[in-house]
């Protein structure tokens, strides 16, 4: 693919909010609109509820591909949250490539910043939860549309809109679809090699890299 770029379609930040019971979230994100800051957490004005499994270094911003909600509309007809950008909790969402085209590794232009993808977004129970039906959680496990995470190696601003141009791709093997079938998906037991591969690559986001690792036994 020549000069790979997604195009965003919405940044979006949420603050935690009461979820289920005594657990809150912030995954009901909304649109920002205007320039919005980039910082080394990620997007400003954006927040987590669980700073164990959410945000950190490896986990600063959540893009999903808007390009998957046609496909979800089939398989959810009528669900109000694919009328708008947010239905995962994404900060970015985005068009032009997907999971499958895109790499560990991969860096690209975020506005005036420069992000790096560090792994896959493990779907959990909050999924489910959101969307009011027991199956979402699975069928992305099931199809590896699971959306990625990015490191930020340049703080900057950006605006929904812009392109977001691939600037290095030192790993074309391992797109975040296929991470994702090799850790989450299953495919682990099938190619033990790559994933003993994924337990010693420093760019993987170091959650990712200890799950190879006990994978790889």
């Not at 489910?128 to 959680?137: E, Q, S, T």
């Not at 601003?157 to 290095?168: F, I, K, S, T, W």
């Not at 994702?180 to 090699?193: C, E, K, P, S």
């Amino acid at each position: 693919m020549a000069n790979p770029f997604m195009t965003i379609q919405a940044l979006l930040v949420g603050k935690p909010m009461p979820f289920r019971g005594n657990d809150h979230s912030a995954i009901a994100k909304h649109p920002v609109e205007g320039p919005v800051a980039v910082t080394w957490l990620g997007l400003a004005g954006d927040g987590v509820a669980d700073p164990v499994h959410h945000g950190g270094w490896d986990k600063a911003i959540h893009l999903y591909p808007h390009d998957h909600y046609d496909w979800w509309r089939t398989v959810k007809p009528g669900h109000p949250l694919f009328d708008a950008p947010g239905a995962f909790g994404e900060n970015i969402a985005s068009r032009g490539l997907t999971d499958e085209d895109i790499c560990l590794g991969d860096r690209f232009t975020l506005g005036s910043a420069i992000v790096e993808v560090s792994h896959g977004r493990q779907p959990c129970w909050k999924l489910d939860h959101r969307f009011g039906a027991p199956d979402i959680m699975s069928t992305i496990v099931r199809t590896a549309r699971s959306g990625l995470y990015f490191r930020v190696v340049r703080e900057g601003e950006v605006e929904a809109g812009m392109r977001m141009d691939l600037l290095e791709r030192p790993l074309p093997d391992w797109s975040i679809a296929r991470l994702f079938r090799l850790l989450i998906g299953g495919d682990h037991r099938n190619d033990r090699q790559a994933v003993r591969a994924l337990a010693d690559m420093p760019v993987l986001a170091e959650d990712w890299r200890g799950r190879a690792r006990r994978l790889a036994g």
